[in-house]
């Protein structure tokens, strides 16, 4: 699971936007190392925009391995500038964003998705660990 924090970037004006979903920035831990081209890819939308609920917003896949990079330096969205310019791991992923997000209302009311390490640790940063099971309960959802 990837984490779009609105406070850094302007997610909500790039979904707005119709913008593609092909790029993500992480944070640096050994979960970089594990992420591969194929592994499925869900992105979900923390708080902290009054017009972008949180929830999970696209899903699809990750199309590259993680490589080192900084924000791109005429992007507008970024809300944090001193964040673009930190070199961190970025992801090439491929999401289709969702006609309705799934809150974390919904997910919570799933018995599997309740335990997700999503609400066991609200603070880790991308990527986050969604088991097999949690997967297939989203997916069901969705």
Not at 39 to 46: G, H, I, K, R
């Amino acid at each position: 699971m990837l984490k779009a924090n609105p406070a850094v970037w302007d997610v909500g004006a790039h979904l707005a936007a119709g913008g593609p979903v092909d790029r993500w920035r992480l944070t640096r831990s050994y979960r970089c190392d594990l992420m591969a081209p194929g592994q499925p890819a869900v992105l979900w939308v923390t708080s902290g925009d009054p017009d972008l609920p949180p929830g999970v917003w696209a899903t699809g896949q990750v199309t590259a391995p993680p490589e080192d990079d900084v924000g791109e330096p005429d992007d507008p969205l970024w809300r944090d500038h001193g964040a673009q310019r930190q070199v961190r791991p970025y992801v090439e992923v491929r999401l289709e964003v969702l006609e309705e997000p799934v809150g974390p209302d919904e997910l919570r009311a799933d018995a599997v998705l309740a335990g997700m390490e999503l609400f066991r640790a609200p603070r880790m940063g991308s990527p986050i660990s969604v088991s097999p099971d949690e997967l297939a309960a989203l997916r069901r959802l969705l």
